[in-house]
């Protein structure tokens, strides 16, 4: 068929192409004359992908502007996001306080999870407590008596205490 009728394919082919830019250009158009009320924030997002308060700004946003079920999408992007309890923690007291329980609540759930002792180790190694540190490397080690970040870890958290 394509032999005896060549350009049914290329008025096809050229038609889809035309349609394609047609609505491109209708796209911009629109995008450019008239923009998003929360355009602003979109790209806040963009730009800080990570940031629980530019995600909790746009869904205030959206949820004041009635898209309710993409603002509580954007509400469990900010739970995921933030430390404690979909909250931005300001101080670095704060964060370590947070992160220090997580790491707590994870380790008393998961008792064989020698990762969550290493966690505590450096957090409570980073407060200043090295004799918490040290006692939760040796659980680390217990856990896993080979590995050797481990075993040099709790070596050099002993030195100071001896």
Same mark, same amino acid.
Do not use: C
């Given at each position: 068929? =394509? ?5 049914? =394919? ?18 911009? &158009?629109?995008?450019?004359? #008239?923009?998003?009320?929360? =355009? ?10 990570? &940031? ?12 004041? &502007? ?32 947070? %992160?220090? #329980?997580?790491w707590q609540d994870t ?24 004799? %918490? ?7 680390? %080690? ?15 958290? &002993?030195?100071?205490?001896?």
């Amino acid at each position: 068929m =394509s032999l005896k009728f060549p350009h049914i =394919s290329r008025i096809f082919s050229a038609s889809l192409w035309v349609l394609l830019f047609a609505l491109v250009s209708f796209n911009i &158009s629109i995008w450019v004359t #008239k923009p998003l009320a929360y =355009s602003d924030k979109v790209f806040q997002i963009f730009t800080h992908p990570f &940031s629980a308060l530019a995600h909790e700004d746009l869904a205030q946003t959206l949820w004041n &502007s009635g898209a309710r079920t993409r603002a509580s999408l954007e509400l469990a992007i900010v739970a995921e996001l933030s430390p404690v309890l979909g909250e931005e923690t300001t101080t670095r007291a704060q964060r370590e306080a947070a %992160q220090m #329980k997580y790491w707590q609540d994870t380790a008393a759930n998961y008792p064989d999870y020698r990762d969550a002792y290493i966690q505590l180790a450096a957090l409570s190694y980073t407060q200043g407590n090295l004799t %918490q540190a040290h006692a939760y490397l040796l659980k680390a %080690q217990i856990l896993d008596p080979n590995n050797a970040t481990v075993n040099r870890l709790a070596d050099f958290t &002993s030195k100071p205490l001896e």
